[in-house]
């Protein structure tokens, strides 16, 4: 549960596949990523192109707003965030987050979270503009997109000087 009812979603711009070229290079990156999956369901892969095709031309507003239910229904799931802070001494961040300033303060190495489970450990990015990232669905699924996504929040949090941990729940 997080405070900031956007954070962490900031899904893949969808109106950035503007030419054919783009949008069947999106189709054949999602197929080939479903392709055993489908195969094993003896599904026809050309009809699943096709149709996934169709879906993004036909209505590219409804295709978004899909996608986006799907993958933050897959990320509540997905992902754990661990939230903390650069700095022990604001007393706004005292009076939030640490029970009304009865909490207390502990101190952590970024470079000993490692493991099977850890994805990526960084600082939150406060765009100065409030230019959240485009993300191009042809780029999906890589620890760079997924740093885009997780750690960029409105300047409005900029006082909380977020240090993020993301790790796998699978």
Excluded at 79 to 96: A, E, H, R
Excluded at 116 to 133: E, H, L
């Amino acid at each position: 549960s997080l405070n900031d009812p956007v954070d962490c979603r900031i899904p893949a711009n969808f109106s950035l596949l503007d030419t054919d070229e783009k949008i069947d290079l999106y189709v054949k990156n999602r197929i080939s990523e479903l392709e055993q999956v489908m195969i094993a369901d003896k599904r026809d892969i050309k009809f699943e192109t096709e149709k996934l095709r169709n879906r993004v031309i036909t209505d590219p507003t409804k295709f978004q707003r899909e996608y986006e239910q799907i993958l933050y229904d897959k990320y509540d799931k997905a992902f754990g965030v661990f939230s903390s802070s650069k700095t022990w001494k604001s007393i706004l961040m005292w009076s939030l987050y640490a029970n009304k300033h009865k909490g207390y303060c502990v101190g952590l190495y970024k470079n000993k979270f490692r493991g099977k489970n850890y994805i990526y450990c960084d600082s939150v990015f406060y765009p100065p503009d409030n230019a959240f990232p485009e993300i191009n669905p042809i780029e999906t699924n890589s620890k760079e997109s997924l740093k885009k996504e997780f750690y960029t929040k409105s300047k409005q949090w900029k006082y909380e000087k977020e240090y993020r941990l993301l790790i796998s729940l699978d």
